[in-house]
């Protein structure tokens, strides 16, 4: 079972819709949460980052924690054809000087015009 | 404020030949990481410093890699007799002090190996 698991996807949505993107995770002791987007051929760029249960909202994107079930989504309000990209879900879980994070595989999405 | 760089951005190369990656963090941050990523698949982790000390090691990093930070500022990472398996994009990624560790990406150095 990989630790970090996401859809692959592709995912499409109309101009306008709200995305929804979906991350489980394996560890329990896991404490810090990241969401990355990257387009095509580019390196992943920091969108959210959330440690607390709950919603933590920044402009059009919303990161939601459940860490009873182990879960993370990002939500995207009024998709935009420039958020079609991969967007990748990142887990840190400390393990003494560890400070990697364990990315899942990615989601693409797709905004239709 | 500039972000994390990374040198070269593009290196193809023949197998069995050595290269070296340099990646030059954010100034005042004194973590710094490297990642490989193949097409499809979230970045790996291989390697992490904080200062000058390498930390932490991933098993994906064979033998023939090396990485070093001999200042605590820049990083190189060598990759030695390369393998065509070695083809992949090499993220540099680093982080300041406290305990937020949000990792910031530099552009990647993308490697083919011949």
């Known amino acids: 079972q990989k630790e970090v698991e996401q859809n692959s996807g592709p995912l499409s949505v109309p101009e306008g819709a709200i995305a929804s993107l979906n991350c489980t995770y394996s560890?329990?002791?896991?404490?810090?949460f990241f969401w990355y987007r990257q387009y095509s051929g580019k390196s992943p760029e920091l969108i959210m980052f959330?440690?607390?249960?709950g919603d933590k909202e920044d402009g059009r994107f919303t990161a939601q924690l459940n860490k009873a079930s182990q879960y993370v989504s990002l939500l995207i309000r009024d998709s935009q054809p420039s958020d079609s990209a991969t967007y990748l879900c990142?887990?840190?879980?400390?393990?003494?000087?560890?400070?990697?994070?364990?990315f899942g595989s990615g989601t693409q999405l797709t905004v239709l015009p | 404020d500039t972000g994390v760089s990374q040198d070269p951005r593009h290196k193809i190369t023949k197998r069995g030949q050595n290269v070296t990656f340099r990646c030059d963090p954010i100034s005042e941050h004194n973590r710094l990481y490297w990642y490989r990523q193949t097409l499809g698949q979230g970045p790996e982790f291989l390697t992490y410093?904080?200062?000058?000390?390498?930390?932490?090691k991933s098993r994906l990093l064979s033998d023939r890699f090396s990485a070093e930070r001999p200042k605590g500022s820049f990083s190189t990472l060598e990759i030695q007799r390369t393998e065509q398996g070695d083809s992949a994009m090499y993220l540099c990624a680093s982080s300041g002090r406290g305990s937020t560790d949000t990792q910031y990406f530099g552009p990647g150095t993308r490697l083919t190996v011949l």
């Open positions: 410093f904080q200062n000058e000390a390498q930390l932490e």
């Open positions: 990142a887990v840190m879980t400390p393990s003494g000087s560890a400070r990697q994070l364990t």
């Open positions: 560890d329990r002791g896991s404490q810090s």
């Open positions: 959330i440690y607390s249960n």
